[in-house]
């Protein structure tokens, strides 16, 4: 029998695990989802590191170490040297797909989200620290993230764009990165800068589950991502992109995020089963990832967009969802929760270096 994970992979999608600790990195945890569940990457962020950080001790030694340093630097210090070791894991799958596929992502701090010029500074310190040629910066897909964008592509950053909720935003962190790669073009740089563009999909319906009738629960975010995924089709087939490829350039690949189902009485699967795309990635929780392992179905390709997207939509407009209004408040309030989750990550690390000292 065929396991779900590989047939996923099978159908052209990438399946990255959304989750990153100390023990499973140690353990062989992280090995085992590469080799028997075709886990070919992962994704972090403030709160799956503060998660990992207030868990336990594994921090402690390293923190220790650093000495009396601001929790900001032994922060950035401790998550570089968990995605290094993630990194080497996955180093394998880079080699193999030529570098499509295989990555880690660290991301820039939360507080940074309205600051273009800073984001860009931290950007390019961090992919220096950290040295590692399978890892993205992640930048937040917000107004002035995307201005730091087109830059760092420019200055040949692998970025993952992270905080997209629509196909606006989608649209406009799309160009910020065509724009990068064309200025490179134009000044002779090599093109071959990776990108994933990553779609916040379950807050969509959490978000509306007290405000729509029964019928229209766990729908919105899928014609969301039916809207995103018709432009990413249109991108690729878009003569900019090519004559882009033409001279080496490759795709910003379409990352679905937040796939971890909230709803008790849905599907715990749901946002994997349906939301399968070739040439994407879907990044899923550990527990998502173990429920689709186990009784997950991977036997249809998302249709393209079209009529369905279209009424599911206007219905939710009827219902007075305006889409694109909701999606900025979603990408404020999404920046605003991993600020907190910063906020309480560097307080942890802050009474553990006090502690040690």
């Not at 029998?1 to 945890?29: A, E, V, Y």
């Not at 799956?48 to 923190?63: E, P």
């Not at 550990?286 to 997950?296: I, N, S």
Request: hydrophobic residues 45%; glycine residues 8%.
């Amino acid at each position: 029998m065929d396991h779900p994970t590989r047939t996923l992979n099978g159908l052209g999608q990438s399946l990255w695990l959304d989750n990153i600790t100390r023990s499973m990195l140690g353990d062989g945890t992280l090995l085992g989802y590469r080799e028997q569940k075709n886990v070919t990457g992962l994704t972090s962020n403030p709160t799956i590191f503060a998660q990992a950080i207030k868990a336990g001790k594994d921090y402690d030694a390293s923190i220790r170490a650093a000495g009396q340093v601001e929790p900001e630097t032994a922060f950035f210090g401790l998550a570089i040297d968990d995605l290094r070791r993630a990194a080497a894991i996955f180093e394998p799958v880079y080699q193999h797909t030529h570098g499509v596929d295989g990555w880690v992502s660290l991301e820039v701090s939360p507080l940074l989200a309205n600051d273009t010029s800073r984001t860009i500074e931290q950007a390019v310190a961090l992919h220096k620290q950290a040295s590692v040629r399978n890892l993205f910066i992640k930048v937040p897909g917000t107004p002035a993230g995307v201005g730091a964008i087109e830059e760092l592509i420019f200055r040949g950053v692998p970025i993952n764009v992270t905080l997209l909720f629509s196909a606006e935003q989608y649209q406009a962190a799309a160009d910020a990165w065509l724009r990068g790669l064309e200025r490179r073009h134009a000044a002779g740089l090599d093109l071959d800068v990776a990108s994933v563009a990553s779609v916040f999909i379950s807050r969509w319906d959490v978000k509306v589950a007290d405000k729509v009738p029964a019928d229209l629960q766990n729908k919105l975010g899928f014609a969301v991502c039916g809207q995103i995924y018709a432009k990413y089709r249109q991108l690729l087939d878009s003569p900019r992109l090519q004559r882009l490829q033409n001279a080496g350039a490759r795709v910003q690949r379409l990352l679905w995020a937040s796939t971890g189902t909230k709803d008790p009485k849905a599907s715990d699967v749901m946002y994997i089963e349906n939301l399968i795309a070739p040439l994407t990635v879907n990044t899923m929780p550990e527990k998502t990832l173990l429920a689709f392992a186990d009784h997950g179905k991977a036997e249809q390709l998302m249709a393209l967009g079209g009529d369905d997207v279209d009424s599911t939509l206007a219905r939710f407009e009827a219902a007075g969802i305006q889409v694109e209004p909701l999606a900025q408040t979603l990408q404020e309030e999404g920046a605003e929760a991993f600020v907190k989750s910063w906020r309480e990550l560097l307080d942890t690390i802050g009474e553990r270096v006090r502690a040690t000292a």
